[in-house]
């Protein structure tokens, strides 16, 4: 896992030609001065509930890299 002490999903948009939801996640870090942001894409309908969206958004993020912080 990781350790970031707070997310933040900073910009958020769903692209309907290509059925996904795209946006920035941010983590921030104890000791570190800015946050890191981490851009992602999940396909999933645009029915999915918000808790699930901000789930897969950031395990997206994770696998992407932060998993050394």
Known sequence: MHH????RIA???YNAAQRRFEAVVEFFTPGI???LRVPVRVEASPNISHR???RALTREAQR???GGL
């Open 11 to 13: 910009r958020l948009i």
């Open 52 to 54: 699930q969206l901000a």
């Open 64 to 66: 992407r890299g932060i």
């Open 4 to 7: 970031a002490s707070a997310t």
């Open 33 to 35: 001065a800015q946050p």
